[in-house]
Every structure is written in C-alpha cells, then in structure tokens.
C-alpha cells in the first residue's frame, strides 16, 4: 500500500442544504456510479476546483442548481492511495461502462487504499478521487466548507453554449 507523499487538496461541490451533506457516501449508497457498486461507500471529488466544476456540470446537464457550495477536503501525506490506469480499463469511459465500476467495486471491498485516483469522463487529462469511507486512512481526511460557486455558474454556461 503507497502512501500520498505530500498533502493533497481536493473539491466537491453540492448544496448544503440538500438531500445529503456534501461531504457524504449516502448517495453511493443508493445509486452506483462509474467507479462504484450502489452501496459502496464512497465519496467522489476532483483533483482540482475546475474539474470538480467541469465534472458538477456534466451532472447537471450544464447548469447548476442554486445553493451550490464547494468543500474543500484535505488529504494528509501517508494516506493510502492507488491509481486505476485508463489503459488498462477497456471502455472505462463508456456510459455505463462495466470495467470501472467492477474495477471501483474491487477496489472498495478490498479496501487496497484510502483513495482511487480514476480519470475524469469530461476532461481526459484530469483524475478524480474516490475516497473510500469504510478504510482505516478515511478518519485522517477532512474537509471544510467554502462559499458558492453560483457567481461563475452563467459565466460557464455561456461559455459552453459557444
């Protein structure tokens, strides 16, 4: 098992208010994704605030919904991490894309490492994180709360009308 050599920062971005707290693996329970099974335990945030954004817009079919706040979690050094390699995923970014999420589901019930780091969908040069809740590393992970992103949301869409 490697360790992060550095701390790492990472971003989620959600509504305070809604359904779940942003900072939380209930949705993963109830619904899988690419990288995980429903009912694995995990949370999902992006290397870097633009793919978080990127990746938030992608979701909500290029228009966020209001109260969108993001957090910023932290990732102390010697936490647990492995890379899933796109190349050695046949179809990963396919829509329902079967080897991600047995890959993801692996990954999870093993509990090889704290953190995934798994390609972004939208911006192929990007990685996003999945952090695995039920590992012993994910206590040491935390995060805080920062003002909405809600003042660059038209700004985007405008851009991505183009």
């Known amino acids: 098992m490697r360790g992060l050599p550095a701390q790492l920062t990472a971003y989620r971005i959600g509504d305070p208010a809604g359904s779940f707290p942003i900072y939380s693996a209930e949705g993963a329970v109830r619904v899988a994704g690419r990288w995980h099974e429903r009912g694995d335990r995990v949370v999902y945030a992006a290397e870097h605030y633009s793919t978080a954004m990127l990746e938030s817009l992608a979701n909500w079919a290029r228009e966020l919904p209001p109260n969108q706040h993001f957090i910023e979690i932290t990732i102390p050094a010697g936490v647990s ?3 899933a390699v796109a190349d050695q995923l046949p179809g990963w970014h396919r829509p329902g894309g079967t080897s991600a999420r047995l890959f993801g589901h692996r990954w999870f019930v093993e509990r090889r490492s704290a953190v995934l780091f798994v390609p972004s969908v ?5 990685r996003n994180i999945v952090i695995n809740a039920t590992h012993e590393h994910f206590p040491r992970i935390t995060c805080a709360m920062h003002a909405s992103p809600s ?12």
């Not at 939208?122 to 990007?126: D, F, L, T």
């Not at 003042?151 to 183009?162: K, M, T």
């Open 122 to 126: 939208v911006a192929r040069v990007e």
């Open 151 to 162: 003042a660059i949301r038209s700004r985007c869409v405008h851009l991505v009308d183009r």
């Open 81 to 83: 991490y492995e890379v």
